[in-house]
């Protein structure tokens, strides 16, 4: 598989996804976020949008990640939350935040290195950091806070197989990834 940067923000590359395959497909064609996909035998099989943090710009945000449907399970969205990761930290970003609307995707974070920092948003999202402590009370209770919510039935099963569990490990960044996007700026403080 291959790990690419497509475009730091404010580059604007769309991302023309197919919206019955992948999850927030619409919101891949905002063009002034940054994108960075996962390709197997050239196909996208995964992708992630995100941007600098509005009010603190050595943050950058991950808005939304996504994989395609038939990959879904395979560990493929860590992995690419573990590249951008590290490539945002390459680039001078102290921190890399996301808020997380389901369990599935808090598990896919936290084996990218974010935890659970205690915050939701409005929107009923568990706010997960780089900067946040990992810790396996932290995790279970992030994770508790799923159940009274209204899960598919995938979501359920994961949080009910998942109860009493231990934090999972970080994943290890995928070896083979490209380095630096064709657009975009060398370096989120534009040095």
């Not at 590359?13 to 390709?39: M, Q, W």
């Not at 395609?68 to 890399?96: C, K, N, P, T, W």
Request: net charge negative; proline share 4%.
């Amino acid at each position: 598989m291959e790990y690419a940067i497509l475009a730091w923000p404010p580059a604007e590359v769309p991302l023309d996804l197919d919206h019955e395959r992948f999850a927030y497909a619409g919101k891949f064609v905002i063009s002034s976020t940054g994108k960075a996909v996962v390709r197997d035998d050239g196909e996208i099989v995964a992708a992630a949008a995100f941007d600098p943090d509005r009010t603190d710009a050595d943050c950058l945000r991950i808005r939304y990640v996504t994989v395609r449907a038939d990959r879904r399970g395979e560990g493929i969205g860590s992995a690419l939350l573990r590249f951008v990761v590290d490539r945002a930290q390459d680039r001078g970003y102290a921190e890399v935040k996301a808020g997380v609307n389901n369990p599935i995707a808090y598990e896919a974070f936290y084996k990218a290195g974010l935890a659970f920092t205690g915050e939701r948003t409005g929107l009923a999202e568990l706010v997960c950091s780089t900067a946040a402590d990992r810790d396996g009370n932290t995790y279970r209770d992030g994770l508790d806070s799923y159940r009274d919510r209204d899960l598919s039935e995938r979501q359920r099963a994961f949080v009910q197989s998942h109860e009493g569990a231990d934090l999972s490990a970080i994943v290890p960044a995928p070896a083979d990834a490209d380095s630096e996007p064709a657009t975009g700026d060398s370096n989120h403080r534009g040095t």
